[in-house]
């Protein structure tokens, strides 16, 4: 390939973009993520052609630009739920790491895409399960990792036959995306339920906060220990997207389940 070719294509209605295997392969080392990488090249393939070749060069444009960017705009209503605004560049500067914690997003992963659930759920839902999970940014999944990782820890300190429940969600800065992780102490029909009940509510409490049903959907994954030494632990995922009708009735369970309310004092 001849020094500085430029690949011009004559624009067929949606984004092109001409790259070397080599600006793959750099690619997926920088981002480890399937999602993150189809995300950049739908950014690139607006801009100018570059030389092939010259793809590494861009991405670090892009990433300063990126680390230098202020925080998006929250929507209030998300805001209005409380927690913390966390902001993380799109694009890291650099490499994504292979560290303990990284891997636990990447077994996360694993299970989802070579579970045996043919039987209950389609390939193109199985792809949308992964999609959802690899849409937690790059740059904060060692945090999440390790998160896990504690969550794992701490909920095997219990004492025999009781259960331990951590969780963690995150929500998209528009409201239309959630991210639950869970983790508790065994894996049962009773925890099942439970795990169920924990994402319908939280579905169910964040569309009622924006008014923004049709266009959200959450993805909850339960972390649940085992002792077998096999595996280091089992992985449930349930996700729910519209407005998932829960009556006053299963709404009120839900929430003393979760956010019962203190008696009051006499």
Known sequence: MPDAT?????????????LTRRDWDFLFDQLRSTT??????????AEPPIALGEEPVRYDEFAAADAAAPPGPLNPDVAGLGGTHFSTPLLPQAPVGSDHAQWVMRIVLEDVAGSAIQSRMSEPNRQLLLSD??????GARTQWGQLLLDMLADVRQVPEGDCKWRWRRSIDPDGTRQLIFGGA???????????????????HQL????????????????????TDGRRPWD?????????????????ERYTQLWNPQPAEAA
């Open 36 to 45: 993150a990488v189809l995300d950049y090249l739908f950014r690139a393939a």
């Open 133 to 138: 999970l690899d849409r937690l940014p790059v």
């Open 235 to 251: 992985t449930t995922v349930l996700r729910t997207e519209g407005d998932n009708n829960l009556t006053p009735e299963e709404v």
């Open 6 to 18: 430029v690949c011009s294509m004559e624009a067929i209605g949606i984004p092109v973009i001409a």
């Open 185 to 203: 102490t065994h894996f049962g029909p009773e925890v099942e339920a439970a795990f169920q009940s924990y994402v319908l509510l939280r579905h």
């Open 207 to 226: 569309h009622r906060q924006t008014g923004l049903a049709e266009q959200t959907s959450t993805l909850g994954v339960l972390l649940t220990p085992r």
